[in-house]
């Protein structure tokens, strides 16, 4: 048996948008353990996109996480899966418009804040409400966060606080969810990925240039560890860990005062 023990499970991952996105590296390790998948992705565009990846028939359902009726059809779907019982969900959607580019933040607009926090945090709210019903009574959920809401980027705009009340929400979650049930959930807070999602914030690369030279080993966080800590997350050998949010990072968080990032900042000479 695998440590993870994860074969015959079924899990619902949701927001795969293409090879390098993090959902699909985590459905990729899934896999591999044996289980069972579903997906769910924003449109019928998407949905054919998968099809044509993923190795063997699977379920695709669609949700626009802005569309109050897509929630109500995403529910129908899943019941429409018969005696369909969830080991696990898998939360990895977020949207931020930065078509005018990044603003100061007390510039930010209403109407992309409240799109935002929908689309990036409420809708895991919404996800697990509509999720409760086939959720095996020890099942776990995870989402993927930023690994410090604490610090202001300034190129990641609004998008900062609402990774904040990401977070946030895994604990009333956790702690709703507890009242009937044993079902986790936790947040895998990662440090910068090269993802496609991440390519469309203004002025990315250079941060994640940067945070590779924070970073303990001088080499960037990948997207398959990311996958792995949440792989463990979803499985039973994590059991003892909810409400949590876990920094993965590869120790850029603790590296502010590297003597090679130092001395490049104020051009000084060993």
Known sequence: MSFLNLRGKNFLVVGVANRKSVAWAIAKILESE???????????????????????????????????????????????????????????????????????????????????????????VELARICKPFLVKDASFITIGISSTEVTAENYGYM?????????????????????????????????????????????????????????????LQTEEVANLAAFLLSPRSSGINGQGIVIDAGMGMNYFDQEIVQEAMRLNP
């Open 34 to 124: 044996g289980a069972n998948l579903l997906y769910c992705v924003r449109s019928e565009k998407r949905r054919l996109e998968l099809q044509k990846i993923i190795p063997s028939p699977s379920p695709i359902f669609i949700c626009d996480f802005e569309k109050p009726a897509d929630l109500e059809n995403l529910q129908t779907s899943l019941e429409s899966e018969r005696e369909l019982q969830l080991n696990g969900v898998v939360h990895s959607i977020a949207f931020a418009n930065y078509t005018d580019g990044v603003k100061p933040f007390h510039e930010t607009k209403r109407k992309d804040f409240l799109q935002a926090t929908q689309i990036s945090s409420f809708s895991l």
């Open 160 to 220: 900062a606080p609402i990774k904040a009340s990401l977070e946030a929400s895994i604990r009333y979650l956790a702690k709703s969810f507890s009242k009937d049930t044993s079902v986790r959930f936790n947040s895998v807070n990662a440090g910068p990925l090269k993802t496609s999602a991440s390519a469309g914030i203004p002025g990315y690369l250079v941060n994640y240039l940067y945070a590779e030279k924070l970073t303990f080993r001088k080499k960037a």
